[in-house]
T-cell receptor
Framework: AQSVTQLDSQVPVFEEAPVELRCNYS??????LFWYVQYPNQGLQLLLK??????LVKGINGFEAEFNKSQTSFHLRKPSVHISDTAEYFC???????????FGKGTMLLVSP | DAGVIQSPRHEVTEMGQEVTLRCKPI?????LFWYRQTMMRGLELLIY????????DSGMPEDRFSAKMPNASFSTLKIQPSEPRDSAVYFC?????????????????FGEGSRLTVL
C-alpha cells in the first residue's frame, strides 16, 4: 500500500517570499502524484499533477513541483507567494492501475504581510 | 459543467438522529468517492463506487454508516444513528475511470463538502 507524508503541518511565510511544501511518498510500484489546494470552507482543487515525462511540473497560480524518484519526493514550490495563497495544501498519490487517491495530512500555508 | 454538487452544505443534528448526505457527480464520470475530513485524521476515504457498484468500503467506520448509488447521477451517505464523533466535513468526489482513454489521469473533482455537526 502507498502512503504520503507531508513533513510540515504548518508553514508561515511572508508575502513575496519563496516557499517549499514537502511531500514524500512510499510505494514500490509506479505512481501518479498530485497536489491539491483547499481554501477555507471549500472543497479541494487540483493544483498540478505528475503522470510521466518531465519531472518538473507546472500548475496553476504559479506553483510548480518536482518529482524525484530516487528520493520519493514531490515537493511543491512557488518563487513568490501572495496573501491569497493562504490555504491548506494536500499531496496525494495514486498507484498505477488503481482508482483511489491516498492523501497526506495536509500543510497549512500561512502568508502574512 | 456544474461540478460535483453536494447537499446539504451544513447540517446540525442531535445524537441519535439519522443523517443523509447527497451527492451528484459530474456527468460522464463513472467513479464516485466519499471522503471524511477531520482535524485529527485528515482526509479519509470511506467508500468508492465504480459504475454504481461499491468497490471498496473498507474505510466505512462501522455499521452505522451506509452508502448507496442507485444511478450514475446520484449517491447518498447515511449515518444512523449519528454520534458526536461523526462530526466532520464529508466530501464527495468523482472521476472518469482510470484507463478509459483520452487524457484521463484519475484526477478527482471534489464537491464543496457537507459540514456535519452532531450535538
Amino acid at each position: 500500500a502507498q502512503s504520503v507524508t507531508q513533513l510540515d503541518s504548518q508553514v508561515p511565510v511572508f508575502e513575496e517570499a519563496p516557499v517549499e511544501l514537502r511531500c514524500n511518498y512510499s510505494s514500490s510500484v509506479s505512481v501518479y502524484l498530485f497536489w491539491y489546494v483547499q481554501y477555507p470552507n471549500q472543497g479541494l482543487q487540483l493544483l498540478l499533477k505528475y503522470l510521466s515525462g518531465s519531472t518538473l511540473v507546472k500548475g496553476i497560480n504559479g506553483f510548480e513541483a518536482e518529482f524525484n524518484k530516487s528520493q520519493t519526493s514531490f515537493h511543491l514550490r512557488k518563487p513568490s507567494v501572495h496573501i491569497s495563497d493562504t490555504a491548506e495544501y494536500f499531496c496525494a498519490v495514486r498507484r498505477s492501475g488503481y482508482s483511489t487517491l491516498t492523501f497526506g495530512k495536509g500543510t497549512m500555508l500561512l502568508v502574512s504581510p | 459543467d456544474a461540478g460535483v454538487i453536494q447537499s446539504p452544505r451544513h447540517e446540525v443534528t442531535e445524537m441519535g438522529q439519522e443523517v443523509t448526505l447527497r451527492c451528484k457527480p459530474i456527468s460522464g464520470h463513472n467513479s464516485l468517492f466519499w471522503y471524511r475530513q477531520t482535524m485529527m485524521r485528515g482526509l479519509e476515504l470511506l467508500i468508492y463506487f465504480n459504475n454504481n457498484v461499491p468497490i471498496d468500503d473498507s474505510g466505512m467506520p462501522e455499521d452505522r454508516f451506509s452508502a448507496k448509488m442507485p444511478n450514475a447521477s446520484f449517491s447518498t451517505l447515511k449515518i444512523q444513528p449519528s454520534e458526536p464523533r461523526d462530526s466532520a466535513v464529508y466530501f464527495c468526489a468523482s472521476s472518469a475511470s482510470v484507463g478509459s482513454g483520452g487524457s484521463n489521469t484519475g484526477e478527482l473533482f471534489f464537491g464543496e463538502g457537507s459540514r456535519l455537526t452532531v450535538l
